[in-house]
């Protein structure tokens, strides 16, 4: 273990510098002009909101869709988070009620055997 | 600003869940693999970033070269790309902060500032400031209490991710109220199912991302051309041209 700092240390900053290049990248292309191409300015207003869909579909990318339980606890709860939400408008409460039901549901009715 | 602090700990507050429970996560990991706490704290504040951190035990533990570590980052963590676009302006007004914002944007606090709703008695700039600075210290610390007491959790927190998920779903339905144009929601999900079913879980979100770029600069590159051709002054309508576009890609 000792003997292996310096290893660690090194895995460390190449994992940080590469996160940060990745995170830079359009201020490094961008951020320097004084006026920004229209294209850019039209994505940045387009853009989040397809994003923020795909990050969705990211989190639940791990879902099993071929076997038991089918996914059906992430849809049943992905259900509640919308239907809380819609009614509530509260960002907390729909998240606490949305991962409740899925805990409950992953260790009741849905338990896979591990 | 403390009007502006406490603003911006109310809109952190959601994202408290997910940072805890991978945060954790992360540290009871190190700790397994028999890297000491120490190690925990300095990913907590130099790397954040989630599951990036979570693959890098694995590669630690693997003796992955520095190389191979570099790539698999790369990929993981290109989405960022994406995330700056919005905020160029926004963050270079910031000064000092400037740099500390870009290397924080991960995709929680991401979606955090696309949707604030600011209200009128804050400072923009602080708020942004403050969220980001609230949530990396939260990440730190769940990092630090995973290696440090995350074998004392009774660790059923099993489930407890789907909170990242529940939170990024009311953001999509905040900005589904809030902005004109459905379309880019639209077009994100159709790229990212469609690229989902070809290319499987771990391969997906980057051409997802790529062609929702594409359509979009298409949608608007071909509603602006028509306007043209009709010689209309139709306000900023990204509409007709899509439906076709979509089922493409």
Known sequence: MNADWIYTLEALAVVALVTILTRSLPFLFFGGKKELPETVIYLGTVLPAAIMIILVVFCLRNTGLTTYPFGLPELLSVALVIVVHRIGKNVFLSIITGTG?????IRTLFMVGS | MMKSFVFAFK???PVFFPYLFIGIAFGVL?????YSAGWSLL???FIYAGSMQIVMVS????GASLGTIALMTFFVNARHIFYGIAFIDQFRKMGREYPYMIVTLTDEVYSILCSIDYS??????KTDFYITLILHLVWILSCLAGALFGQLIPYNLAGIEFSATAFFITVCMNQWQSLDSHLPAITGLISALVFYFILGPSQFILPALAVSVLVLIIMKSRSKSQKKQLGLEV???LTEPVEEISYEC
Not at chain 2, 30 to 34: F, R, T, W, Y
């Open chain 1, 101 to 105: 039901l899925y805990m409950v549901l």
């Open chain 2, 11 to 13: 809109q952190a507050i």
């Open chain 2, 30 to 34: 190190m700790d397994e693999a028999g």
């Open chain 2, 43 to 45: 990913s907590g504040v």
């Open chain 2, 59 to 62: 590669l630690l533990t693997a």
């Open chain 2, 120 to 125: 009128e008695d804050v400072d923009v700039r």
């Open chain 2, 235 to 237: 306000e900023a309508s």
